[in-house]
C-alpha cells in the first residue's frame, strides 16, 4: 500500500488530541523540525512534548478542518479550542500547516496560524525564507 501524506497526518491529528507524548512522536521523524509564528522551532521530541503540554494545561483540542496532499507533501487548514489558563475563557485560533514527509513519517511542519505584536508579518520564527526561495524584504 502506498503512503498516503493525508491519512498520516489525520492520524497525527487523532493523536494530538490524545495528549499522549510517545504516539505523537511515533508521528515523525527523530530529526523532525516544526516551525511556528510565534513560538520555537521546536525539534524531535521536543514538538511532542509541546503538543502534550497543550492537551493538559490548555484543554486543547485540534480539527483537520480541510486538507489535501500530492503523494509527498500535505497542507491543512485547521482549528483549536483551548481554554485561556488566566481568564477560564474558551479561545479558538485558526491556521493552516504545510508537512515534508520522509521514510513514511513527518519531517518537518510549517504552521502558519495569526500573528500579533510579535511577528507581525507572521514569519516562521527560525526558517530561512531567502534560502528556500521564499519572497522577503
Known amino acids: 500500500m502506498a503512503f ?4 498520516h ?5 487523532e493523536a494530538l488530541n490524545r495528549g499522549d507524548a510517545s504516539e505523537i512522536a511515533s508521528y515523525f521523524t527523530d530529526d523532525a523540525t516544526h516551525y511556528y509564528t510565534r513560538l520555537g522551532p521546536h525539534h ?8 502534550h503540554l497543550g492537551v493538559k494545561h490548555l484543554d486543547a483540542k485540534w480539527i483537520l478542518e480541510h486538507g ?4 509527498n507533501e500535505a497542507v491543512i487548514e485547521w482549528t483549536m479550542t483551548w481554554t485561556d489558563p488566566k481568564s477560564g475563557q474558551a479561545r479558538l485560533d485558526r491556521g493552516t500547516e504545510w508537512f515534508r514527509f520522509r521514510d513514511g513519517k513527518i519531517c518537518e511542519v510549517r504552521a502558519y496560524h495569526h500573528s500579533n505584536e510579535k511577528n507581525r508579518r507572521g514569519d516562521l520564527l527560525g526558517f530561512d525564507h531567502a534560502a528556500r526561495g521564499y519572497t522577503t524584504l
Open 4 to 7: 498516503e501524506p493525508l491519512a
Open 9 to 13: 497526518v489525520r492520524g497525527y491529528y
Open 44 to 51: 524531535g521530541r521536543e514538538i511532542a512534548e509541546n503538543a
Open 68 to 71: 489535501i496532499d500530492d503523494g
